[in-house]
Antibody, heavy 123, light 108 residues
Framework: QVQLVESGGGVVQPGKSLRLSCAAS????????MHWVRQAPGKGLEWVAV????????KYADSVKGRFTISRDNSKNTLYLQMNSLRAEDTALYYC????????????????WGQGTLVTVSS | SYVLTQPPSVSVAPGQTAVITCGGS??????VFWYQQRPGQAPVLVLY???VRPSGIPERFSGSKSGNTASLTVSRVEAGDEADYYC???????????FGTGTTVTVL
């Protein structure tokens, strides 16, 4: 069955960097677009970024563009989120999620989610 | 930026029907996805492409659109349906996915 396991969260000071990972299993990782979605404590879901199945393209929310980089290693079945210049407002539970449709990234729902990894930005 | 507006809360008695709306200026032309998030859990996809239920989602969950508003209807509401619900679309102009503001469904 599809499994997504996030890791790499923790407490980090403002302005510092952190890299999140998402280990995928149970499906052909290289065939699916992958997303990061975050949820600040007590708040709603916020889409963060998406990467095409082959890594050829990435899109970002305006709130993280220029600071965060989504990437993937299809040989390791792993998704990453490099977060630089972190701010207090980046504090959230970060989920990775898989697109529903193989070889299709846009207009594709997210039926599979991990349990999330918590990032706290605080001095 | 593109905004999807949902009512903050909906209250419904067991056995009754809950309707959760999602308003957006271009929603008539967009495929809408709906997610359920129970407290402390990851979101679960309950509808995609406006009204299609993934495997394992009860028939009690249905979706529709009218004009600039999409709706998720939960019929014969049960205590286990108490959760936050979010709509989502792909906004082609900005090449972003967008989530709605979220609706908390309370079963009385």
């Amino acid at each position: 069955q599809v499994q997504l396991v996030e890791s790499g969260g923790g407490v980090v000071q403002p302005g510092k960097s952190l890299r999140l990972s998402c280990a995928a299993s149970g499906f052909t990782f290289s065939s699916y677009g992958m997303h990061w979605v975050r949820q600040a404590p007590g708040k709603g879901l916020e889409w963060v970024a998406v990467i095409w199945y082959d890594g050829s393209d990435q899109k970002y929310a305006d709130s993280v563009k220029g600071r965060f980089t989504i990437s993937r290693d299809n040989s390791k079945n792993t998704l990453y989120l490099q977060m630089n210049s972190l701010r207090a407002e980046d504090t959230a539970l970060y989920y990775c999620a898989r697109s529903r449709d193989a070889d299709m990234v846009v207009v594709s729902a997210l039926p599979y989610w991990g349990q999330g990894t918590l990032v706290t930005v605080s001095s | 930026s593109y905004v999807l507006t949902q009512p903050p809360s909906v209250s419904v008695a067991p056995g009754q029907t809950a309707v959760i709306t999602c308003g957006g200026s271009k929603i008539a032309y967009q495929s809408v996805f709906w997610y359920q998030q129970r407290p402390g859990q990851a979101p679960v996809l309950v509808l995609y492409d406006n009204s299609v239920r993934p495997s394992g989602i009860p028939e009690r969950f249905s979706g529709s659109k009218s004009g600039n508003t999409a709706s998720l209807t939960v019929s014969r509401v049960e205590a286990g349906d108490e959760a936050d619900y979010y709509c989502q679309v792909w906004h082609s102009t900005s090449y972003h996915y967008v989530f709605g503001t979220g609706t908390t469904v309370t079963v009385l």
